[in-house]
Every structure is written in C-alpha cells, then in structure tokens.
C-alpha cells in the first residue's frame, strides 16, 4: 500500500491535492517529482521568519508556532502537520492561523470554509489540544510590494482576515473522509504502477500544443487591437460602432465595496450582509464536504492541458 508501505505519513497538503489537483498529486507523490520553490513560497519563508524575530506583528500569533503535529489514525497511517501558529484549548476552543502572502489577495469567507488543507489541518489542532468544542481557523493575508531587490512585507500594511470555525462534531467526521481517502490512495497506487502510456500519440501532443500557442498568440494580438479601439471610440465619443464585420461597443465592469451591515431581507425575516455571507460560505462548505463522502450522480472525463513553462 502507498500508505503506509511507501509514505508513511499524509500531510494536509496531499490530502488537499488528492481531491483538488490529482495529477498534481500523482506526479508528487506517486512519481515523486519535486516541486521547485516558487516566489510565493519564498514570501512565505521570509515572512514567518520575521513573525518569529519579532520583526512583524502578526494580528493571530499563538502560543505554539510552527510545531509538528503527528496523529496516528486507526489504520496505522500518520497524519503530519506544522500550523503557523496555534493556541491550546482554553473554555472549550482552540485556535489556530495560516499566514499568506503576495501582493493581492486572492483570499475570500467563501474560500477559506471550503479549503481542505485548513480543514485537515483544524482536525490535527482538535485532535492535538484535546478535541475541544470548537476550533477557530484563521487566514491572515500579508500584503507584499517590492523594494527594487525582492518582495518585502509592505510598510504598515493592512492585513486581511478570514476566519470560519470548525465544530467538534464536524471534525469528528472528518476522520472517517481523511480514513477513505487513504483507502481511495491506496486502491489507485497498483492502478498506477501497472498504467503506461504506450497508446499516448506524441504527434496529437505536440500538435495540439502547437494550438494552444497559436490560440494565445492571436488572443494578445486581438487584446492590443482591443484595447485600441477602445482609445478610437472613446476619443470619438462613440459607445457602439456598427462595421461591416459586426458591432464593436464600449462595455462597462462596476465594482462595490458593501458594508457588512447592509440588510438582507429573506422570506420572512431579516439579516445583515455579514450575517447572509457567513451562511453562504457554510453553505458552500457543506457541498464541498458532502462531495467528499458522497458517490457522483455522474462523472464526465476530459483531457486537459498546462504548457510547460519556458525557463529563462
């Protein structure tokens, strides 16, 4: 078996590439290509270490910081974290942050309820602080610039947070999801050691590569071409251009900041928009975890394609 024979330990980034990326996660751990370091990684490095030396304040910093967690599950399988930063279990709640990086951010409630790297690594605080009622789950977004050199933590920059609590009762069934991925692991590994790609036409590859290139050549060109139309009718006052080859015309894309007590009204009773976007992203949190136990109603297979960077 791949775990534990092979790997004796599952991390809460493997548990997450399983469901989220799985030929990521085939050409990790089954194939065992390593990943190079990206930029974001090496933010990453930078900041936690200057949240230790006490360079950068951190909004959630706890009592244990950067601690290996190892939870051994009943079929023997080791289940391995490091939390940035998390709490013990005082009146019945634990805690526990994850720190990110860059220069936007990308982060949403929405997100974070639904992200299973965090999920996992709740279910290793709860089991660590002795499965307490609650565990609170933050994200604390770093914002980042760069000073001519690298990326550094911008000077007095705001930090965004996302948090979503995770109940005792929820991470008691999450043991039983984390239990048959390691079977699903398991019964794909053989599948896997006996696969080969002898059918694979090279030509097909390398022909619909050489498309995909093509496709996004003609989309910068229709890009630049775009964008001076766009300086054309805008000069001219013009909204829409009819042409013998179809209607050009000026689009519009708005963008709001709404206050979180702005009132939602549903059926019969009312909340504020805090409120309706915190039973939004439980509710998205609640069909992703579904989907984790349930079998499809349907399963449709396709081929897709990443283009291999080009080094520079």
């Not at 391995?80 to 982060?107: C, I, R």
């Not at 995770?166 to 043991?175: C, G, P």
């Not at 692991?185 to 030509?203: Q, R, V």
């Not at 179809?246 to 409120?275: A, N, Q, S």
Request: with cysteine; hydrophobic share 35%.
């Amino acid at each position: 078996m791949f775990y534990p024979d092979i790997k004796p330990h599952i991390s809460p980034s493997a548990f997450a590439q399983w469901h989220r990326q799985r030929s990521a996660f085939i050409r990790s751990y089954f194939k065992g290509e390593k990943t190079p370091e990206t930029a974001a990684m090496r933010d990453g490095k930078k900041v936690h270490a200057l949240i230790e030396g006490g360079l950068l304040d951190a909004t959630h910093r706890f009592e244990h910081h950067e601690q290996e967690l190892v939870i051994e599950l009943p079929n023997q399988v080791k289940v391995l974290g490091y939390p940035d930063s998390y709490s013990t279990a005082k009146d019945g709640v634990a805690s526990f942050v994850d720190y990110k990086t860059g220069e936007e951010n990308h982060w949403t409630r929405e997100e974070l309820a639904s992200d299973l790297k965090m999920l996992c690594t709740a279910w290793l605080v709860w089991k660590t602080t002795g499965e307490p009622a609650l565990v609170n789950g933050y994200i604390e977004w770093i914002p980042m610039e760069w000073d001519g050199k690298e990326r550094v933590p911008v000077e007095d920059g705001e930090h965004k947070i996302f948090d979503v609590v995770y109940s005792s009762e929820s991470l008691m069934d999450f043991e039983k999801t984390l239990i048959r991925t390691i079977d699903e692991i398991n019964a794909e590994y053989p599948k896997f050691l006996e696969s080969t790609d002898g059918f694979i036409s090279p030509e097909d590859c390398a022909e619909y590569a050489q498309l995909e290139l093509q496709k996004k050549e003609i989309e910068e060109k229709q890009k630049a071409i775009k964008e001076r139309l766009q300086e054309q009718m805008q000069f001219g006052g013009v909204n829409t251009y009819q042409s013998d080859f179809g209607t050009f015309y000026i689009t519009e894309k708005k963008t709001y900041e709404y206050p979180t007590t702005l009132r939602v009204d549903y059926k019969d009773m009312g909340l504020v928009l805090e409120d309706a976007e915190a039973i939004s992203a439980a509710a998205s949190a609640a069909k992703k975890n579904y989907e984790l136990e349930a079998e499809p109603k349907s399963v449709t297979k396709s081929v897709g394609f990443r283009a291999k960077k080009e080094k520079k």
